[in-house]
């Protein structure tokens, strides 16, 4: 019984003589949290919200994805055999500076890269030769046939078919018999829902510098109308922002939080 009470207070004695953590300390260690946070975000993840339909149904208007700033950087000496690079390929799901509208984010899908030769037959893509078999392309029947969209490159751009003005011009030095080929530090992207996609067709290749990354999930899904992205006036993004805080819970696609982008 006495040794039970004469430990009792040793612990007791050792637990008073624990120093606490100063205010100094506090705040010295609450600063390196937000500065490996500030670190995360500003280098190497970056929030980014889908705001087209352009790659349904991979990726839905609404949806709020953390994009990988790190994977598809160049290779740095110090910190590079630490961190996962790696080049693009065939199939990776990419954010990139626009081409033809700049200070625009763009995500699509990479179909070619340096070397390859892409051609498209009634709405299918071959590439090298191959036909390719995409589970994740979804066809708008609405749209109907396009004979530059669907069977490039060999209809002749037209103003017509929205394709700028400078891959009217650049279009034709890039094609080899049937097919276009993709030039060095470029690459060629489509989007998933393929009739309504603006991309590589109507305004060129992608340049290796204007990747930014690549989503990795979806943080999360809210329904939004197609047009929102369009809406810059203060009182029209002020209005959304109530909608949503009102329709947080019943308008958000739950189903597809913390979904892997493929």
Not at 92 to 102: G, L, N, T, Y
Not at 142 to 158: I, K, L, M, T, W
């Amino acid at each position: 019984m006495g040794q039970t009470l004469v430990a009792k207070k040793e612990k007791e004695t050792e637990q008073e003589e624990k120093p606490r953590e100063t205010t100094v300390e506090f705040l010295s260690s609450l600063a390196a949290v937000l500065v490996t946070g500030l670190f995360i975000i500003t280098f190497i993840l970056q929030a980014f919200e889908i705001p087209s339909s352009s790659m349904e149904n991979t990726l839905l208007i609404g949806d709020h994805v953390f994009v990988n700033r790190i994977q598809f950087a160049p290779r740095t000496r110090w910190v590079g055999p630490l961190l996962p690079y790696r080049q693009i390929r065939r199939g990776d799901i990419v954010v990139f500076f626009s081409v033809s509208e700049p200070g625009l984010y763009i995500v699509k899908r990479i179909m070619g890269v340096p070397g390859d030769r892409i051609h498209l037959r009634d709405g299918v893509v071959y590439r090298n030769g191959e036909k390719l078999d995409e589970p994740y392309v979804v066809h708008s029947t609405r749209e109907g046939f396009n004979p530059y969209r669907d069977n490039f490159p060999a209809v002749p751009p037209s103003d017509y078919n929205n394709v700028t003005p400078d891959w009217q011009l650049n279009l034709p030095q890039h094609i080899q018999g049937a097919d276009v080929v993709v030039p060095p530090d470029s690459y060629f992207a489509m989007g998933d829902n393929r009739d309504v996609s603006y991309d590589s067709r109507y305004w060129g290749f992608i340049p290796q510098e204007n990747v930014i990354g690549r989503p990795m999930f979806i943080y999360w899904s809210f329904e939004t109308p197609p047009n929102q992205y369009l809406q810059k006036g203060v009182g029209e993004r002020l209005q959304f922002l109530v909608h949503v805080v009102i329709h947080f819970f019943d308008e958000t696609r739950w189903r597809r939080t913390f979904r892997v982008v493929r």
